[in-house]
């Protein structure tokens, strides 16, 4: 089945160690975001890519950045992560194109900074 | 994009019809309503979006007022599996972002 992917489900780090977490999608979607959900709080969008484009929400930290190597992978770099920033990521993908704006969310990974 | 606003917190008992409603006063022409739905430790999932008419699908029907300031989602039998926050979202069209509001946390009883 065509789907989103995120890897870890679960991630571990220290407060400063650099972390990556990994999106991968097989549906062939143009677009790809990054969101973060704290807990009890909605998803906050962080930024997306248009094929190559990235497109930063104004209020992301400078902490946040993310890669697009391909089409099919995205990856979310937290540089110095901060007890703030234990949070369930979600990577979703859209294709805009068509008019309307539905999303197709992954799992999350649920990332927990000791 | 427009605001949204929900009850934060309905319940509904197993088999009966939910209506999660859903105020969206400052909505315009070119925005569409969606619905998204999150089960704990889940992704959010689409449920249904609709511009003017109602709409139905396998999941819900979405019914939008005349005036286009308010919608009301309905899950015409629901059950245990439908235990989640759902979220109105107002969007425009070809909008490549989805704001999502605080939602309103369905519990549906047994």
């Known amino acids: 089945d065509a789907m989103v992917i995120q890897n870890p489900r679960y991630q571990v780090t220290q407060f400063g160690k650099p972390v990556t977490l990994s999106c991968s999608q097989t549906?062939?979607?143009?677009?790809m975001y990054w969101y973060q959900q704290k807990s009890s709080q909605a998803p906050k969008l962080l930024f997306h890519?248009?094929?190559?484009?990235?497109?930063n929400e104004a209020d992301t930290p400078d902490n946040f950045q993310s890669r697009r190597p391909n089409t099919s992978f995205c990856f979310l770099d937290i540089r110095s992560p901060g007890l703030g920033d234990a949070a369930m990521y979600l990577c979703?993908?859209?294709?805009?194109?068509?008019?309307?704006?539905?999303?197709?969310f992954g799992p999350g990974t649920r990332l927990t900074v000791l | 994009d427009a605001k949204t606003t929900q009850p934060p917190s309905m319940d509904c008992a197993e088999g009966r019809a939910a209506n999660l409603p859903c105020n969206h006063s400052?909505?315009?022409?070119?925005?569409?309503v969606y619905w998204y739905r999150q089960i704990h430790s889940q992704g959010p999932q689409y449920i249904i979006h609709?511009?003017?008419n109602n709409e139905t699908n396998e999941m819900a029907s979405l019914i939008i007022t005349e005036d286009r300031k308010s919608s009301t989602l309905i899950l015409p039998h629901a059950t245990l599996r439908d235990t989640a926050v759902y979220y109105c979202?107002?969007?425009?069209?070809?909008?490549?972002?989805?704001?999502f509001g605080t939602g309103t946390r369905l519990t549906v009883i047994p």
């Open positions: 400052t909505i315009s022409g070119n925005e569409y």
């Open positions: 609709g511009l003017k």
């Open positions: 890519y248009y094929d190559k484009d990235f497109n």
């Open positions: 979202i107002v969007s425009a069209t070809g909008a490549n972002n989805l704001f």
């Open positions: 979703a993908t859209g294709i805009p194109g068509q008019g309307f704006n539905e999303q197709f």
């Open positions: 549906l062939n979607h143009n677009v």
